[in-house]
């Protein structure tokens, strides 16, 4: 094993500088875009266009824990770890889900944390914990700021104030093992700045949900991430062989074998558990060589069901891709796959996009299998230039997201999984149920995101006329969604997490007794309930 001490500012090729998010927006200010023309037209037709002032920097709440109390954090991080300033608790507060931006845009930051810290490694991190336990001020783990299901909303009745315990400082690769294959990262590394040090030790991660530009790794550990390439390189909780965790209570360190039998495994209780566990200071990850051919291509079905059949029949015969994604009609019409084109012509049917990622023959082979099999299905091979157009445009739908908000049009995404038995009455029943709830003229897309042997992930995307409620008009169709997904038997989230938005139906999936054990745990782990109260536990 090598040790590093790695930071990415002395790392080359980052994709592009690393700057903060919008508070009101999605991703860098400097990416902000007005609608594209050929989206606006589309635009105009379906809901027509209410152009919105321009945004403006909302005050802040004052910040209600007593100045005295921070003192005891300046003294374990340093003064200039302890920020109380309005731009540094504005760029901390919340996520970046549809109502998160709504109540940003229209003034209210009323989660906003009363102080920022900013801890420089695990030892800080559990002196911060100690410190909350002692004045019982609630401690919110920040990575990204990427969350879209009130991930970073935690409630502060109760306590004596509410700090963002901002990862960003803790951004080294600790480790590399190019024998076993593995490396341990620290949490505050985004998704680029991660992949830029891998990169230097011939390494990839190969983790890129849609996220990636501003996710961090102890984000993608504590949500249980699945990325778009996760059909080749796997989910993250996949990935994840070793997790250093600090709790109120003490040091978790798991992982000292790549599986075991040593009764359940702990790591996967931590994965997926949003902070209110524990804080993830280090994780160590299976890592694979940087691959020397990337290619992506796309295929054409007749129609969703078609498409879905070949996905199935690659998964359970073992061929699957890197990528495999599939477009239903709508979603193909409208060219949501290829965002910088959304609006015109499409080719009708159903679009699939395929990548192979690797050595030049293993990606040659592959390809020439999986192509023999969707020929043999009735698939349309495209080309490689709706798969190149797709992976240019694979971050982008959020900006897109942003320039619909900026002419009254409210869209949102919400996503779940299935058995492949199930699928047909899960993607009817939700489609219907988002199209009920927000009436006529709605727009709802959905892809196949995800495949495994057994089952799949569908991940939606509605669009509509902003009411002059807009919460109260999505939180309406989130219900009628949310309770389409549970009577038809599948789960409420495959990877955006639970937060505080699925809390209900989390409860309904896992039923009392799971309840009871999440509960025990936290309990156990966190017993005066400082870390991201109100989040995950039913």
Known sequence: MTDSTTSPAAAPGLPFEQTEMHPQRWGSPDRAAALPESARGLVEMAFG????????????????IEPSLLDGLRDVVGAEHVLTDDETRRLRTRGKSTPDLIRARTGDLSDAPDAVVRPGGHADVVAVLAWAVQHHVAVVPFGGGTSVTGGLAARRDGYAGLVSLDLVRMKSLLAVDPVSMTATLEPGLRGPEAEALLAEHGLTLGHYPQSFEYASIGGFAATRSSGQSSAGYGRFDALVVGLTVAT??????????????????????LLGSEGAFGVITAVTVRVRKLPEVKLYEGWRWASFA??????????QTGMLPTVIRLSDESETAINLARPEEIGG??????LMITGYEGEQAAVDAKRAAVTAVLDGLGGTALGEGPGEAWAHGRFNAPYLRDSMLDVGVLVETLETATFWSNMDTLYTSVKSALETSLGAGTIVLCHISHVYETGCSLYFTVATKEAEEPLAQWQAAKVAASDAMIAAGATITHHHAVGTDHKPWLAQEIGPVGV???????????PTGILNPGVLIP
């Open 306 to 315: 078609e498409g879905a059949a070949a996905m199935r029949t690659l998964a």
């Open 516 to 526: 009871q054990v999440l509960r025990a745990v936290k309990a156990e782990l966190d």
């Open 49 to 64: 266009v209410d152009e919105r002032p321009a945004l403006e920097s909302p005050a802040l709440p004052a910040p209600a």
């Open 248 to 269: 109120p209570t003490g040091d978790l360190t798991l992982g000292s074998a790549p599986a075991n039998a040593a009764g359940p495994d702990l790591r996967q209780l």
């Open 345 to 350: 012509e499409a080719a009708g049917g159903c």
